[in-house]
């Protein structure tokens, strides 16, 4: 099975359903030739879309993702690359303490060194990380119009806003930012009613869904056992084929985050082939409302009032 394709919004960018997150690549251990397996792996299911951040591995991932793409860069017009700005951490000995940084240097100099690590000359997607207590809206969409008027960025977005938020940079930029990146799963459910993912139906942008499984929680806390035993149940169900070594459950997961009318892109937070195969097959299940809403519940310990 190779993965669907979609829209982030009417005026582009086109990313795969599923996408390959790159935060923890370096607890992969991988060499640059492991990681180019790796990537052809994925590109060759479908998973094309790429999230990276400035920050991840303490600043390391995108030069060590770079490395490998160095290795063949035909690779890269197979994929669309995404990485955010605006996270400043201690890993920089410059940072005496973990902050944001929102202003329109920072955006510019980091999306600069993300394509010198990453070594491409554009991002197809950037994104402002967190929100910033001390964001200013038209310094940011200064930034946005600065780096895509060069060519740099093909697009803009932003991750972690609420709806509000998100509403105040769109009214400062000339083109539309294409998506919100949230965490969206069982485990969390906040953005499902508090407007946030209404805005992105409303505005027909598709969000994308970081830790749909919890970062891995899903699996071992004992406060989820009911959730497991649910999700275990509704495989049985849904008929989802027994794969050599893969955790199923972890499918069912991510049919209940595509099955939200908004539409999100979930991210795949595991370099492990067999756990990325079982992310793709996911698309073919296909859930009730019932079994929708009964995920919720076991998840929430409680039923709907
Ligand atoms: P996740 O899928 O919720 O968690 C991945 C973790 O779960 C890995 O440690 C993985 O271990 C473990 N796991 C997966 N399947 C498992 C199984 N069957 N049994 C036991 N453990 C299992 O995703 P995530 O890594 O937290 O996030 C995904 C991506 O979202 C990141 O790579 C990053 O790109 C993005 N992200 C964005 C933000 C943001 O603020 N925008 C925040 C966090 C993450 P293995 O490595 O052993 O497979």
Redesign the pocket.
Known sequence: MSVSRLPLHPEGPTFSRLIM????LMEWQLSPSALLDLMKYHLDLGVTTI?HADIYGGYQCEQAFGEALRLDPSLRNRMEIVS?CGIALTAKPEHALNHYNTGKAHIIASAEASLQKLGTDHLDLLLI??PDPLMDADEIADAFITLKQAGKIKHAGV??FTARQFELLQSRLPFPLVTN?LEISPLNQSTTLDGTLDQCQQLRIKPMA???????RL?QAPEYAPLRAELEQIRHEVGVEQIEQI?QI?QVVYAWVMMLPSQPLP??????RE?IAAAVASQSIVLSRQQWFRIRKAALGYDVP
Request: proline share 0%; net charge positive.
């Open positions: 997150g790159y935060w923890r999230d955010k990380h967190r991750s972690n990146q970081w830790s749909c499984l919890g970062g891995g699996f955790e972890e991210l795949i937070g595991s370099g492990k756990r």
